[in-house]
């Protein structure tokens, strides 16, 4: 027994879509003779489906002000409508063509964290580039690698977690190493920051662990100086404070500006210390021994090559033997 199949009444309703194209490109230029040009047709074609589609919606959808048209109020509620659908087709047309073209390019998608990304990843990929140029790179950040969101699937992950989700394999990279932080110019007005002791006079940049979903643990001002033993016995100093956000990019960019001292993981701000931007004005300094760092990458392309050159790459900009990974 066949089973016929209801009819789709939304499509049923639907005007043409070779009339609303017409509409589109008159509402946009104003003018029939531009719009015909605009699709290679003639001002005709554009006059007469546009008639269709006022009487498949019964209402007028221009007006004629001297040469040139308008929209009407009902025209204009159709076209806000339609132009955004016809974005959403042609945004969604051009990513499958370019899924599906010939061409040399290869993409690969890479999630670390905002820091990372704006204080490690940043100044290096150039260099990756240079040596690919075939390759597209898709970054996405975020605080939490455990709630990404749903349909993102990186190809690796930087992160702090050795096992960020099934599927993956995790290369160990390096330990997290500590230490404080600030302008030369922070120094210079603050002198006493050569101490630990002078440390607490200081306004101290501090790392919050709100929204930071990280599996790893949380190294804070009040962490740090106990550490080294530099508690303050007496009574608070005039003027210290400490300043808390749990974005370090923010951290960092107000240690530059001369507004504190932050505590510096050594592979995001080795880079300003070399350059004479960042100083530290002491030499202690924490190595977190029990964590690491790791690159994560998907199993199923473990022989993928554009995924391995990253790899390779990444690997050899942090100083790793890439023999076995």
Known sequence: MIKHTEPDQTLIKMPSLTAVKSFVAAARYQNFTRAAESLCVTQAAISRQVRELEGFLGTALFKRVGRSIELTPDGSIFFDAVQLSFLNIAQAADRIQKQSSTNTKRSLTLCCSPAFSALWLSHRLPSFFSAH??????????????????????DIFITKMQKVREGYRGIPLFHDV???????????????LNTLEGLRNGVLLNLSPYGRSQIAEHVNWEMWLAIHKARDEGPPQEG??????????????????????????????????????????????????????????????????????????????????????
């Open 133 to 154: 140029p075939d390759v597209d790179l898709q970054l996405v950040t975020t605080e939490n690698f455990l709630t990404l969101e749903p349909g993102v699937r990186p």
């Open 178 to 192: 500590i230490y404080p932080v600030c302008s030369p110019n922070y120094l210079e007005a603050h002198p006493e």
């Open 240 to 325: 210290m404070h400490t300043f808390n956000a749990n974005d370090y990019n923010m951290l960092v960019q107000m240690a530059l500006n001369n507004q504190g001292i932050a505590l510096g993981w050594d592979h995001l701000v080795n880079p300003l210390v070399a350059k004479g931007r960042l100083v530290r004005p002491v030499e202690q300094e924490l190595t977190l021994e029990g964590t690491r760092h790791y690159l994560a990458y998907r199993e199923d392309k473990e022989d993928d090559e554009t995924l391995s050159l990253f790899k390779h790459w990444f690997l050899n900009q942090c100083d790793i033997a890439t023999a076995s990974a």
